[in-house]
């Protein structure tokens, strides 16, 4: 089974802090993804990453940034939190784009979320 | 840009009661993928059933099954014989062919009522 960890479940910050969400996979996924989830608006996505080093603004780029240094992880960065931050955050994987004729390869597998509070 | 819309915010289901939960979208790609998610109470997502565009037969996952209107671009869930475990955040997801990134509707909570 594929997993997808996240480094907190909860964390609690102040404003103008730097935040450090962690993301890690087992399955050698090429595709990362990170998404916030709130009320009424669903999952969005921020950013993903194809490839190590990699990187793609999402929808909802504003006020983050990533990295992928090395294939199994891949790091959301708040650098100046602010109150309007405060979210679910979701970390996703998936094998897309290696496409090998399998079905099921562009399936996503999700962490469990961080919930972040900005003070 | 690709749209997914949930026009049912909430559902209730008596246990063991068949319950529909609609998935409009709107995409200009002609290779795509849908999927169904559920989110239950401070769990982990997980997938419930997925269906290729190119695909006309509708996917079945045991009690769970889609009816795929692609002409339409409708993508409902069926759930048969409703568990109180069913109970959950469902979200109706669209996928494309770049990076296979995903766009996600508002969310359906069903509620199941013993």
């Known amino acids: 089974d594929v997993k997808v960890t996240q480094s907190s479940r909860y964390l609690v910050k102040r404003t103008g802090e730097k935040v450090f969400l962690e993301c890690v996979q087992d399955?050698?996924?090429?595709?990362m993804f990170w998404y916030r989830q709130d009320p009424g608006l669903g999952l969005r996505l921020i950013y993903f990453?194809?490839?190590?080093?990699?990187?793609e603004k999402g929808d909802i780029p504003e006020g983050y940034s990533v990295s992928r240094e090395k294939k199994e992880r891949f790091s959301l960065i708040l650098e100046s939190a602010s109150t309007n931050q405060t979210s679910m955050y979701l970390c996703?994987?998936?094998?897309?784009?290696?496409?090998?004729?399998?079905?099921?390869?562009?399936?996503?597998?999700f962490g469990p979320g961080t919930r972040l509070l900005v003070l | 840009a690709q749209t997914v819309t949930q026009s049912q915010p909430e559902m209730s289901v008596q246990e063991a009661e068949t319950v529909t939960l609609s998935c409009t979208y709107d995409?200009?790609?002609?290779?795509?993928?849908l999927f169904w998610y559920k989110q239950p109470p401070s769990r982990q997502m997980i997938l419930v059933i997925r269906?290729?565009?190119?695909?006309?037969q509708n996917a079945t996952e045991n009690r769970f099954s889609v009816n795929f209107q692609k002409a339409a671009k409708s993508f409902s869930l069926k759930i048969s014989d409703s568990q109180l475990g069913d109970a959950a955040m469902y979200f109706c997801?669209?996928?494309?062919?770049?990076?296979?990134?995903?766009?996600f509707g508002q969310g359906t909570i069903l509620t199941v009522h013993p």
């Open positions: 996703a994987s998936s094998l897309f784009p290696e496409v090998t004729g399998e079905s099921g390869e562009e399936t996503q597998y």
């Open positions: 399955m050698d996924h090429e595709n």
């Open positions: 990453s194809y490839d190590v080093k990699m990187k």
């Open positions: 995409t200009s790609e002609s290779d795509y993928y």
């Open positions: 269906q290729e565009a190119y695909k006309q």
């Open positions: 997801a669209l996928g494309g062919t770049s990076y296979g990134k995903l766009t």
